[in-house]
């Protein structure tokens, strides 16, 4: 369509944009306790423009009733009254001019000797991004 | 009626959260641990959103908190508050130059005028893009919450809560807002699992619940957009 059919809104402001919306979903496997410091899952992709800002959502297989969401998201749940937290931290950016990264970032752990809940199960975490607004001219 | 609120991105039932600051400044640090300040003109406490890189042209560039997770900058905190933008950048000895973008939206309890920017970038409306509606609110509190949003479906939001840095190496009090930086948790309204520092979202609530973190004394705001946007 010819940008003269264009019809520009509003123009005395800036608002925000939604110049591509991503969505993955990522396996994180089952394991038992000990895993303190887990492993990172990575997803790439390119983006057309030099995005700007992002808003990010996760969803947790056991939880489809609730998101975790913001700039950036950490899904937790707490087991055994709060002593051992599954985390799964959430975090976006660019790794180059034309390259988006989502990372999830794994951990488990537990505050006390002998926690009741030793074995995570295997999860599925769904994941939404949505990037915003084109970057300002160079 | 709307039934469904994803099928309208631009309608008066929900407003577009209007920019209403723009900048783009360079940290070059002296020291390992050091504060800038930028005055930023407003008449009011803008709610930031920051992007920080190592490079003028931020080809890779990142939230600034998760960014140095990333490696993409040095670890900094940014705030904003009546009149200043602050960053505290933690170069350490490499001291290497970081570059930030801020944009910013006024608070939704501010009733005053709002000025235009101007329109050198490609912020403004056209139809090549969709639009994110946005619930803009104010609750006159830090603790956890509950906001009754009635989408139907799970909604992206952000928040931007109260926070306090003194800094005694500088001689200086921040009291100001910024991105939750710990945002996100959803947790399951009815299994009775806690959690920490959380937002929450369902198809009719957000929930916020506050972690055991220092409780702060004093009354303090919690600004939050609900967008439209299925999370």
Same mark, same amino acid.
């Given at each position: 369509m010819s940008k003269l059919n264009r019809f520009i809104i509003n123009s005395d402001y800036d608002s925000l944009k939604i110049v591509d919306q991503i969505s993955w979903t990522v396996s994180v496997p089952s394991a038992t306790l000990g895993q303190e410091d887990g492993p990172t899952y990575d997803y790439n992709f390119t983006v057309p423009n030099d995005v700007y800002f992002d808003v990010l959502s996760v969803k947790h297989s056991n939880y489809p009733n609730s998101v975790a969401t913001g700039t950036t998201a950490t899904f937790s749940v707490l087991y055994d009254s709060g002593n051992t937290i599954a985390q799964y931290e959430v975090t976006c950016g660019k790794t180059s001019a034309t390259n988006y990264r989502i990372r999830v970032k794994v951990n488990r752990i537990w505050g006390q000797s002998s926690p009741a809940t030793t074995t995570f199960g295997a999860v599925n975490l769904t994941i939404k991004l949505n990037l915003l607004v084109p970057s300002e001219q160079q | 009626m709307v039934q469904d609120a994803r099928r309208f991105q631009y309608t008066s039932d929900y407003p577009q959260p209007l920019v209403t600051y723009r900048n783009q400044f360079t940290l070059a640090p002296t020291q390992d641990v050091q504060l800038f300040k930028f005055e930023h003109g407003l008449p009011y406490m803008p709610l930031i959103l920051v992007k920080a890189s190592l490079t003028s042209d931020f080809a890779a560039s990142g939230d600034p908190w998760t960014g140095a997770n990333l490696g993409i900058n040095d670890a900094m905190e940014v705030m904003a508050d009546n009149k200043y933008i602050y960053v505290i950048l933690?170069? !350490?000895? !490499?001291r290497r130059t970081n570059y930030i973008r801020v944009i910013g939206f006024a608070p939704p309890d501010y009733d005053g005028a709002i000025a235009t920017i101007p !329109?050198?970038? !490609?912020?403004r409306f056209n139809s090549d893009y969709n639009y994110a509606g946005c619930i803009a609110g104010v609750l006159n509190t830090g603790d956890s919450y509950e906001i009754e949003h009635n989408l139907g479906y799970i909604p992206q939001c952000r928040c931007w809560q109260h926070d306090e840095i003194t800094l005694s190496d500088f001689g200086i009090d921040i009291s100001g807002y910024r991105v939750k930086q710990a945002s996100g948790i959803g947790i399951p309204i009815n299994t009775g699992v806690e959690t920490q520092n959380n937002i929450s979202t369902a198809s009719k609530y957000i929930i916020y619940k506050r972690g055991n973190e220092d409780i702060r004394v004093g009354a303090y705001k919690t600004y939050y957009h609900i967008y439209t946007l299925e999370g």
């Open positions: - | 933690f170069a !350490n000895e !490499n !329109n050198d970038s !490609n912020f």
